[in-house]
T-cell receptor, first 114, second 112 residues
Framework: NAGVTQTPKFQVLKTGQSMTLQCAQD?????MSWYRQDPGMGLRLIHY???????DQGEVPNGYNVSRSTTEDFPLRLLSAAPSQTSVYFC?????????????FGPGTRLTVL | KNQVEQSPQSLIILEGKNCTLQ??????????LRWYKQDTGRGPVSLTI?????NTKSNGRYTATLDADTKQSSLHITASQLSDSASYIC???????????FGTGTRLTVIP
């Protein structure tokens, strides 16, 4: 089991560019989510999905799009990158969306927007 | 306002010593409390998860306590090792995987 994988590990963008952060899991988890981690702040939820074809917004969704066409993959798209989106992005998955399900996190993508 | 506060912000201890990290929360409703370990450049990894009725839970040298009345939790690390150097994050659930509140973490450094 590879667990939760993310690519790329590092990325530098210019303001206005678009890109997709990839996330995949091989644990057959129904629930997947994206967080961003900024200095001095706790992780914040961007978008989440409770299963293929179903997505919803989290706390900080503006500027990001997601889709979930398969159980395994949950890409995060930045439509027009802004310096405020400089952050470390983590993808996470769990067996279900219930209260007690353990979250498994990927290794993260460090994004810098110039 | 739902908040999770951790202290201290950072901590340096000698290898072999014990330490205790603190977490205070104001999340409501309360469902469970989790402690995660995050190594530098890696994603968080779950250490423990505690429900309202549990006041102590251990995972090897890590022991978490929960006082739901005072809304406080602690993580005690016994006989620290160099590999314990990491950030420790307290997370409180208000119900559902999309309803987690994260603390900013305590950065622990264990020196030889």
């Amino acid at each position: 089991n590879a667990g939760v994988t993310q690519t790329p590990k590092f990325q530098v963008l210019k303001t206005g560019q678009s890109m997709t952060l990839q996330c995949a899991q091989d644990m057959n988890h129904e629930y997947m989510s994206w967080y961003r981690q900024d200095p001095g702040m706790g992780l914040r939820l961007i978008h989440y999905s409770v299963g293929a074809g179903i997505t919803d917004q989290g706390e900080v969704p503006n500027g990001y799009n997601v889709s979930r066409s398969t159980t395994e993959d949950f890409p995060l798209r930045l439509l027009s990158a802004a310096p405020s989106q400089t952050s470390v992005y983590f993808c996470a998955s769990s067996y279900g969306s219930g209260t007690y399900n353990e979250q498994f996190f990927g290794p993260g993508t460090r994004l810098t927007v110039l | 306002k739902n908040q999770v506060e951790q202290s201290p912000q950072s901590l340096i201890i000698l290898e072999g010593k014990n330490c205790t990290l603190q977490c205070n929360y104001t999340v409501s409703p309360f469902s469970n409390l989790r402690w995660y370990k995050q190594d530098t450049g890696r994603g968080p990894v779950s250490l423990t998860i505690m429900t309202f009725s549990e006041n102590t839970k251990s995972n090897g040298r890590y022991t978490a306590t929960l006082d739901a009345d005072t809304k406080q939790s602690s993580l005690h690390i016994t006989a620290s090792q160099l590999s314990d150097s990491a950030s420790y994050i307290c997370v409180v659930s208000a119900g559902g995987a999309n309803n987690l509140f994260f603390g900013t973490g305590t950065r622990l450094t264990v020196i030889p």
